[in-house]
């Protein structure tokens, strides 16, 4: 079974914090993405990584930024968090010779 | 970019009753058209995908249908249980890292 898990399920944060959020997953995965839900909107890339070091924008990468050291972990950050990024984070990961995405159980942050 | 749009956002039905959700995309060139079921609370699950060499797609009660003419597909669900009760995202891609999501449906079967 395929397992992505995320550091946190809940986060509280003021607004100005640099914020990490964690992703791992177990399967060795090539590829790994970050998305943020909001009601009435569906999921928004916002980065999505194919091998360690590499990242590629999606829709909406502004305010974000993203780390990937090792192939297991994909990180995302908010250098400056603001009201506007509380939303809940959903982390994916799919292997490199198939199409299907497997999500973590995400991350609803509130930025205060 | 690709524009995906979802109908309708919310849909109530009877149990045993059919539900169908349609989606719409704008580039000819996505391919690969995955459906999620997300539950309250829960992540998204993949519960049928249809690519576009394909037009249709069954599933025990689950079924996709894809028209690249008009750029359509759509989830159909038979034989509704409560457990069906979740919202539904549709989705296309064209390179299996860019997916554009639909605003997503939610779905509720009444006992």
């Known amino acids: 079974d395929v397992k992505v898990t995320q550091s946190s399920r809940y986060l509280v944060k003021r607004t100005g914090e640099k914020v990490f959020l964690e992703c791992v997953q177990d399967?060795?995965?090539?590829?790994m993405f970050w998305y943020r839900q909001d009601p009435g909107l569906g999921l928004r890339l916002i980065y999505f990584?194919?091998?360690?070091?590499?990242?590629e924008k999606g829709d909406i990468p502004e305010g974000y930024s993203v780390s990937r050291e090792k192939k297991e972990r994909f990180s995302l950050i908010l250098e400056s968090a603001s009201t506007n990024q509380t939303s809940m984070y959903l982390c994916?990961?799919?292997?490199?010779?198939?199409?299907?995405?497997?999500f973590g159980p995400g991350t609803r942050l509130l930025v205060l | 970019g690709e524009n995906v749009e979802q109908h309708p956002s919310t849909l109530s039905v009877q149990e045993g009753d059919s539900a169908v959700i349609k989606c719409t995309y704008s580039?000819?060139?996505?391919?690969?058209f995955p459906w999620y079921k997300q539950e309250l609370g829960k992540r998204p699950q993949l519960i049928i995908d249809i690519r576009s060499n394909v037009g249709e797609k069954k599933d025990q009660r689950i079924a996709v249908t894809l028209n690249k003419t008009a750029k359509h597909f759509s989830l159909h669900i038979t034989e509704t249980q409560p457990e069906d009760s979740a919202v539904y995202f549709c989705a296309a891609s064209k390179d299996g890292n860019q997916f554009y999501f639909g605003t997503g449906t939610s779905l509720t079967v009444i006992p």
């Open positions: 994916a990961s799919r292997s490199q010779g198939t199409e299907t995405q497997y």
């Open positions: 580039d000819s060139a996505s391919n690969y």
């Open positions: 399967m060795d995965h090539e590829n």
């Open positions: 990584s194919y091998d360690v070091k590499m990242k």
